[in-house]
């Protein structure tokens, strides 16, 4: 198979003269995002390139103690962002989500790495930080969406939550449908990925591995090891957000915290 091919930066940059459709897409429809999408483009390639450069570092320097606080890291920003896209308090949901993240994160890198992969050693950085990041990555949106959905359905439906309260359920109970609803809105765009994932979708790392030269066969056989962690990742980070977050915002009685309402 032919071997993966270098990119200029002088053809990257030409590449990047396409982006003119968008913002003249914008423009003729006067969607007012010129600001956002030049201030999304630079932060893109900045931070990529900010990565890339230390992500080389990290791989020479390979140390795992340096491993763990990356992630650490990559799971503190992912925390923050989901509470910032869904809109929510971030003061009473960081420990939540972000406990979800790392429960959910934890076994199944250690898992990969230690059992299934087994990369020499067992803590290399260039194995362990794309794993993490990719199923941290695509286990946000769900987050967001579950998130969302709870708080919405305790702004519209606060009646019904009070009126099985005062009937005598318990919290749990009478929070079961919000929590339902929520984390089966959170795993249908996931779920409806994997159904058509070969047949209206290449997955992202199996065409970069395939375009970095690996065989097709073994790029899918990761692909699926990927497909499979961010499943099992995204049930347990939003199965643990959403009941610590409950746990956090309602007490034992079935009072619901005011701000919780609120927001």
């Known amino acids: 198979m032919q071997e993966s091919l270098d990119i200029s930066w002088a053809l990257m940059g030409l590449f990047s003269l396409t982006l003119i459709i968008p913002f003249t897409i914008n423009r003729i429809n006067q969607l007012d995002l010129a600001k956002e999408l030049g201030i999304s483009v630079f932060r893109m390639v900045a931070q990529l390139v900010f990565i890339g450069l230390y992500l080389e570092f990290v791989f020479q320097l390979n140390n795992p103690l340096l491993n763990t606080?990356?992630?650490?890291l990559m799971i503190g920003i992912g925390s923050s962002s989901i509470i910032s896209k869904a809109k929510l308090?971030?003061?009473?949901?960081?420990?939540?989500?972000?406990t979800g993240l790392l429960v959910g994160l934890s076994p199944l890198v250690i898992l990969l790495s230690a059992v299934i992969i087994q990369p020499t050693p067992l803590y290399s950085a260039q194995?362990?930080?794309p794993l993490a990041?990719?199923?941290?990555?695509?286990?946000?949106?769900?987050?967001?969406?579950a998130l969302q959905n709870l708080f919405t359905a305790f702004k519209?439906?606060?009646?019904?939550y009070h009126a099985a309260i005062a009937l005598g359920a318990s919290p749990r109970y009478a929070t079961l449908p919000f929590v339902r609803?929520?984390?089966?809105?959170?795993?249908?765009?996931?779920?409806?990925?994997?159904?058509?994932m070969g047949l209206v979708t290449l997955p992202g790392m199996m065409t970069g591995q395939i375009l970095g030269g690996v065989n097709p066969m073994v790029a899918i056989k990761y692909q699926l090891l990927i497909l499979i962690a961010i499943f099992?990742?995204?049930?347990?980070?939003?199965?643990?957000?959403?009941?610590?977050?409950?746990?956090?915002?309602?007490?034992?009685?079935?009072?619901?915290?005011?701000?919780?309402?609120?927001?």
Do not use: H
Request: hydrophobic share 50%; glycine share 4%.
């Open 127 to 129: 194995y362990v930080i």
């Open 69 to 72: 606080l990356w992630i650490i």
């Open 232 to 263: 099992v990742m995204l049930t347990i980070s939003v199965t643990i957000t959403l009941q610590l977050t409950l746990k956090y915002n309602i007490s034992k009685e079935g009072k619901v915290l005011v701000r919780f309402l609120d927001q």
């Open 156 to 160: 519209e439906r606060e009646s019904e």
């Open 181 to 196: 609803s929520a984390m089966q809105k959170a795993f249908a765009p996931i779920m409806a990925s994997m159904a058509t």
């Open 133 to 145: 990041g990719m199923l941290l990555g695509n286990s946000l949106s769900g987050n967001i969406i």
């Open 89 to 98: 308090p971030k003061k009473r949901l960081l420990f939540p989500v972000a």
